[in-house]
């Protein structure tokens, strides 16, 4: 390829990291979450990589399930907002998939599925989140009333709102309310539990139970706000591109779309080949780091649909060709997503297609 964009992404890493968060929790099962295309991975490649380590994956939508079917992934998968139409149900039996129930309209389509044909569930209960979930003084009723429904293979789940701030009293209230219904639960039927994310495995350990759910913490994102969490997570992705171009500007002259970055000295303006089409957000500030020639160079100007331009006066040597990494191995994806104002989530995510992603084994 003549466009040396690329999303390198680092097999070893991935491995590292699930193994640490899995290790926080040795009596739990742990599974990847490689919904978003694996957080924008690759999910057919992060499957491949954990395959031997992750007895099952998590996908939010049927779609993912079976695009990971037909790329020749056999581990169960659970679909983490179940069923969207009721054709899905019987979709989800045939493709080894756990469905996770969050309304009595998803119950109510399996209910009309023949009983032989009809896949395992899980059930999610709203502890305080209130996206998906039964109410939890509905659940003792959903869990009497469909019975029928229930296997050795269904799990009674929650989602934290705040479990990456460990400052916010909030998931201990969630913790508590969801436990008070879970006591209530296990004198009609004892199911098992899934709680923890990768924040709430890695911050609050009495959330790990059957089942942990471990999603951006695979990838090297930031999962706590304290900074002794006792993981060493390794950045699963780096992004590069390369410098089109080289120009000298005058002091006084604007660089870019709206003249948003005056030099104040003459500068070496160097032109990388990556932009918002790419998934380079366009709202990183002035000054948004990357890395060229082993030393940080500034964002100059707006970043626009294919280019960015950064600043490389003081770095001497610089040539057409020169590799430039936007985020990864020298430049944490946080502090990226810090100056564009967003998640570290996002950044992983809205990297294009348009971009390889290139899986390097050491």
Known sequence: MSRQTQAIIHADAVLHN????AAMAPQS???????ADAYGHGAVNIARILQHVSSRFAVAIMEEAVALRDAGITAPIVVLEGAHQAKECQ?????????????????????ACPAGKRPHIWLKADSGMHRLGF??????????EYASLLSDETVLATHFASADDTNNPFTQAQLSAF??????????????????????AANWPTSRAKWNRLGLGVYGGRVSTQSDTGLSLMPAMTLRSSILAIRDVPKGEGVGYGQTWVASRPSKIATVGIGYADGYPRHCANG??????????????????????????????VSMGDMVELWGEHISIHEVA????????????????RVPRIVKYL
Not at 338 to 353: F, H, K, N, P, W
Request: hydrophobic share 45%; proline share 5%; glycine share 4%.
């Open 288 to 317: 948004t780091p990357v890395m060229v020639r082993g030393k940080r160079a500034p964002l100059v100007g707006r970043v626009s649909m294919d280019m960015i331009t950064i600043d490389v006066t003081d770095i001497a040597d």
């Open 29 to 35: 099962g742990s599974m990847a979450v490689i919904k």
């Open 179 to 200: 436990e008070a219904v879970v006591a209530q639960v296990d004198s009609l039927q004892k199911l098992p539990l899934s709680l923890a994310n990768s924040p709430a």
């Open 18 to 21: 699930f193994k640490q968060l």
């Open 338 to 353: 810090q100056c564009a104002g967003t998640i570290d989530y996002e950044l992983m995510t809205r990297v294009s297609q």
């Open 135 to 144: 109410p939890l003084n509905e659940l003792p009723r959903i869990v009497k």
């Open 91 to 111: 979709m989800a039996f045939q493709h080894n998939c756990i469905l996770v129930m969050h309304c009595e309209a998803q119950l109510k389509w399996l209910n």
